[in-house]
C-alpha cells in the first residue's frame, strides 16, 4: 500500500513502467548471467547514468513489492489457512518430540533395569552383597547432586515467579541431559527423572505465564514479558493468541464505559468508539512486531484477529450511529461517522495493516442507503414546492443553506452566478448544491457513478413534473411511471410554460454539471480556482461525465417536445377536435372571390403572432442563454410544418380530390409557406431541416397541381412578388405602418411582370 500511495503522489503510477521493467528483467533471467561482470559493466557509469540506475532499481524494487503485495492478497485465504495448519503442525511436532524422549528414556531405563538383574542372577550372593555395599559406601557425586536438588530449585522459582532465572535454570537443565547422555555421567533412572522434572516445571510455567497473560491488571511491559517468556519455552502460537487475547479484554473493558444514547452524536460516539479500537490494534500490532518480528504465521493472525475487531466496530457504529442517519437521509452525518472512522483507520497502515477497505466495504450500504433516502428527500420537497409553484421566475432568496454556509450566488454581493428560476427549481437547485458539499466518502467508496445516477432520475422525475405542468399533458400521464399521484399546478400562461422550459434548461445546463464537477478528484484540489471558468469549459477537462450531462439534456428535450407538439396542437385543431388546417381552404379558393386581398393564411398568422411573443419573452428569460430560446423557436416552427408535411388526409383532398388544386389556392399555398420561411429567417430559427421540408411541401404541391395538366410555373409569380407581400404581413401583423410602394400594388401578383415571361426563367429549385 505505501508503495502504490508513493507512486501515485510522484503523479507516474507503477503500471505505467511495467513493461520496460519486464523487459529490463531479461537480463537477470538468463542461465549464463554473470553478476560481477554486471557490476563492472555499471561501474563505468558517469553519475547522470548513475542516479538514473539507482531510479531505475528503485521502481525495479516498489514494483516488485507492489506486485508481491497483489500475490499474497489475491491468495490471502489460503495463505492464512496454511501459515496456521502449519503454526498447529509445528506444535503438534514438538509435543510428540517431548513425548518420543520420554519414552526412550523410559526404554532404556527399563533396559538398564534388566540387564542389572539377570547380571545378579550369574554372581555369587556374596558378590552381590559387595557391590551393593561398595555403592552404598560410595561417596555420590557433584552432578548426582545438583540432579537430585535441581526440581527443588525449579519449584522455588517458579513460587517466586523469578520468570527470567526461571528460564535460565530451564535452560542449564536441557543442557545438563544433553551432556550427560553422550558423558553418561548419570545414570538411567537420574537422567529420566532429571528429564521429567524439566518437562513438569516447563509446562508449569508455561501455565502460569499464560495464567499472567489473561489477567486484566496485566499491562505493559509485564504482558510483554509474559509473552516473549512463553514464546521462549517453544509455544508461540499459543503466546501469540493470547497476546492478542489480552488486548481484545483491555478493549472491551474500556469500552464498558462508552455508553451510547438515542441523543449522542453520532459522530462524538464513533470517534470515541475509534479512539478504543484502533488504539487497541495499534498497540498489538506493536507488541506483535516487538515480539515475534515479521513471521508470516504470526502476521497472518494479526491480521485476521485486526478484521475482525474492524467487522464487530462497523456493526457498532452502524447499529448507534449510522443507522439513524442513514434511514432518515443524513448524508453529512453518515459521511463524518465515515470519515472519522477512516482517519484512525488509516493510522494503521505505518503499523503494516491497511484495513480501510474492509471498513469501506462495510460502510457502503449504510453510506448508500442514506444516499438514496437523500435523493429521495430532494425529489419529495420539489414535488410538495412544485403543487404550489406560480410558475414566476425570480432570483434566488440571499439565505443561507442548512450547513450555514452562504450561496455562491451570493457570495462577494455579485450576481455572476444567480439565475432566474421558480419557487420549486431553486429549492431543487439548493438542495442538490447541499448534498454535493460532502462527497470525500462518495469518491472513497466508488459511489460516485451511483450519486451521478441517482441525481440523474431525481432531476428526471423533476422535468416530468414540469411536463405534467403543461395543460393538455393529463392526456399522457400513463406515461410517466416514476409520477405516481403528485399533484402539480398548471402553467396556463404561454409565460408560465416557457419559464418550465428555463427551469430544466439551466438546471441540465449549468447548475446540476457544476455542482456534479466536486464529483471528480481533479476538482477537490481545483475547484476553487475553476469556479469562475465556464461550466462547458470544465465539463471538458472531465471527459467521464459528459455521457450523464447528455442524458440531463435528453431529458429537457422530452419537455422541450412535449411543449412544442402541444401549442402545435393548439394552433392546428379548435376545441372542438375541428382542424384548421385542411386543403379545403386552398382547393376552395378559386372561383369564389372577384378580387383576393393577398395575405397568409390565419393559421400562419397564428403561428408568426405566437412565436413573435414567445421570441420576446424567451429574450427576458434565456438571457445569456439566447441559442436554447432560439432552438425552442426552432423547434415549434418544425413541428407545426413537419404536421402538414406528415398530415396524409391533407394531402390526399390536394391530390386527388374532390376538387383539383386551381391557380389560386396554388399560389395561397405558394404564399404561405414562403411566409413561413420569411419570418423564421428574419427571427434567425430558420433550420435547414426547415428549409427542406418547407421546400418538399412545395414540391409536393406543385406536383398535384402539374397533375391536372396546367403548368404551375405558369401561375406562379416570381419570388421577390411574395417576398414583398410576406414583408408587407410581418410588418402588419406587427404593428408597423404600410409603406406605400409608388403605382405598384402589392396585392397584384402580375402588377409587374406577366406570368408567362416569368415562367420560361424561373426555376423552382433556386427559391
Not at 293 to 321: C, D, I, N
Not at 467 to 488: H, Q, R, T, W, Y
Request: hydrophobic share 40%; charged share 25%; with cysteine.
Amino acid at each position: 500500500m505505501a508503495t502504490a500511495k508513493a507512486a501515485r503522489s510522484r503523479g507516474t503510477p507503477v503500471k505505467e513502467n511495467g513493461a520496460k521493467l519486464e523487459e529490463g528483467l531479461t537480463v537477470f533471467k538468463s542461465d549464463k548471467f554473470d553478476a560481477d561482470a554486471y557490476v563492472q559493466s555499471k561501474c563505468t557509469l558517469n553519475e547522470k547514468e548513475i542516479r538514473q540506475l539507482c531510479s531505475y532499481l528503485l521502481d525495479l524494487k516498489k514494483a516488485s513489492a507492489e506486485e508481491m503485495r497483489r500475490s499474497v492478497y489475491a491468495n490471502y485465504a489460503a495463505f492464512i489457512k496454511t501459515s496456521k495448519e502449519i503454526s498447529d503442525l509445528e506444535g503438534e511436532l514438538l509435543s510428540i518430540r517431548n513425548l518420543l524422549s520420554t519414552q526412550a528414556t523410559l526404554i532404556h531405563g527399563l533396559a538398564d533395569g534388566v540387564h542389572i538383574e539377570s547380571s545378579s542372577t550369574n554372581v555369587p550372593e556374596d558378590s552381590t552383597e559387595n557391590v551393593l555395599s561398595d555403592f552404598e559406601d560410595r561417596e555420590p557425586s557433584d552432578l548426582e547432586r545438583w540432579s537430585v536438588e535441581f526440581p527443588d530449585l525449579l519449584d522455588v522459582l517458579l513460587a517466586e515467579r523469578r520468570i527470567d532465572e526461571a528460564l535460565a535454570a530451564l535452560d542449564e537443565g536441557e543442557r545438563v541431559v544433553a551432556e550427560s547422555k553422550e558423558t553418561k555421567a548419570l545414570s538411567t533412572i537420574l537422567l529420566a527423572s532429571l528429564q521429567t522434572a524439566i518437562t513438569d516445571r516447563r509446562n508449569k510455567l508455561a501455565d502460569q505465564l499464560a495464567e499472567s497473560a489473561c489477567q486484566p491488571s496485566t499491562r505493559g511491559s509485564e504482558l510483554r514479558s509474559a509473552i516473549s517468556a512463553l514464546k521462549k519455552l517453544g509455544d508461540g502460537p499459543r503466546a501469540h493468541t493470547l497476546l492478542l487475547n489480552a488486548h481484545f479484554q483491555r478493549y472491551r473493558y474500556n469500552k464498558q464505559t462508552l455508553r451510547p444514547s438515542s441523543t449522542s452524536y453520532g459522530g462524538a460516539y464513533t470517534a470515541a468508539l475509534s479512539q478504543l479500537v484502533f488504539s487497541a490494534i495499534a498497540l498489538a500490532a506493536s507488541d506483535s512486531l516487538a515480539i515475534f518480528g515479521k513471521e508470516p504465521a504470526y502476521t497472518s493472525e494479526l491480521v485476521m484477529w485486526a478484521t475482525k475487531q474492524v467487522e464487530a466496530f462497523a456493526l457498532l457504529v452502524k447499529r448507534h450511529a449510522l443507522s439513524s442517519s442513514a434511514a432518515a437521509g443524513g448524508l453529512r452525518a453518515a459521511a463524518e461517522c465515515v470519515q472519522i472512522a477512516l482517519g484512525h483507520c488509516s493510522l494503521l497502515e505505518a503499523r503494516g495493516l491497511a484495513l480501510c477497505p474492509t471498513l469501506l466495504k462495510l460502510f457502503r450500504p449504510s453510506v448508500e442507503q442514506a444516499l438514496e433516502a437523500n435523493l429521495k428527500r430532494i425529489e419529495e420537497s420539489t414535488a410538495a414546492l412544485a403543487a404550489a409553484d406560480d410558475w414566476v421566475l425570480t432570483y434566488p432568496p440571499t439565505a443561507t443553506r442548512q450547513s450555514g454556509r452562504l450561496l455562491s450566488a451570493s457570495v462577494g454581493n455579485t450576481t455572476a452566478f444567480q439565475h432566474r428560476l421558480t419557487s420549486s427549481a431553486h429549492r431543487f437547485n439548493l438542495m442538490v448544491q447541499d448534498f454535493f458539499e460532502d462527497v470525500g466518502p462518495l469518491l472513497s467508496m466508488q459511489l460516485g457513478g451511483q450519486t451521478l445516477e441517482g441525481l440523474f432520475q431525481v432531476f428526471n422525475s423533476y422535468v416530468n413534473m414540469l411536463i405534467k405542468a403543461l395543460p393538455g399533458s393529463m392526456e399522457d400521464e400513463a406515461n410517466f411511471e416514476d409520477s405516481g399521484n403528485k399533484i402539480v399546478r398548471l402553467a396556463e400562461t404561454e409565460a408560465q410554460q416557457i419559464a418550465l422550459l428555463a427551469n430544466a434548461s439551466l438546471l441540465a445546463d449549468e447548475l446540476l454539471p457544476r455542482a456534479a464537477m466536486k464529483l471528480s478528484p481533479l476538482s477537490q484540489s481545483h475547484y476553487k480556482d475553476d469556479f469562475q471558468r465556464r461550466p462547458t469549459d470544465r465539463q471538458n477537462r472531465h471527459p467521464e461525465q459528459r455521457e450523464w450531462r447528455r442524458r440531463l439534456v435528453s431529458s429537457v428535450d422530452r419537455l422541450k417536445d412535449t411543449f412544442c407538439r402541444q401549442h402545435a396542437l393548439d394552433l392546428i385543431f379548435t376545441e372542438e377536435g375541428d382542424s384548421h388546417l385542411t386543403a379545403d381552404m386552398y382547393i376552395n379558393m378559386d372561383g369564389n372571390a372577384d378580387e383576393i386581398d393577398w395575405f397568409p393564411s390565419l393559421l400562419f398568422q397564428e403561428l408568426f403572432a405566437k412565436l413573435t411573443r414567445m421570441a420576446s419573452m424567451a429574450a427576458d428569460m434565456f438571457v445569456g442563454r439566447e441559442r436554447f430560446a432560439t432552438l425552442l423557436l426552432m423547434r415549434l416552427t418544425e413541428t407545426v410544418i413537419l404536421w402538414l408535411s406528415e398530415d396524409q388526409s391533407f394531402w390526399d383532398d390536394i391530390e386527388e380530390g374532390p376538387r383539383p388544386l386551381g391557380p389560386v389556392g396554388l399560389q395561397q399555398f405558394y404564399l404561405d409557406m414562403k411566409f413561413v420561411m420569411c419570418f423564421a429567417s428574419q427571427g434567425r430559427y430558420l433550420s435547414r431541416n426547415l428549409h427542406r421540408v418547407v421546400n418538399e411541401i412545395i414540391s409536393k404541391a406543385i406536383a398535384a397541381f402539374s397533375a391536372t395538366g396546367m403548368d404551375p410555373y405558369s401561375v406562379l409569380p416570381e419570388d421577390e412578388w411574395f417576398n414583398e407581400v410576406c414583408q408587407d404581413a410581418i410588418d402588419r401583423l406587427s404593428g408597423k405602418p404600410r409603406a406605400i410602394n409608388g403605382d405598384r400594388e402589392v396585392n397584384s401578383p402580375t402588377a409587374s411582370v406577366s406570368a408567362q415571361s416569368i415562367s420560361s426563367v424561373r426555376s423552382h429549385g433556386s427559391s
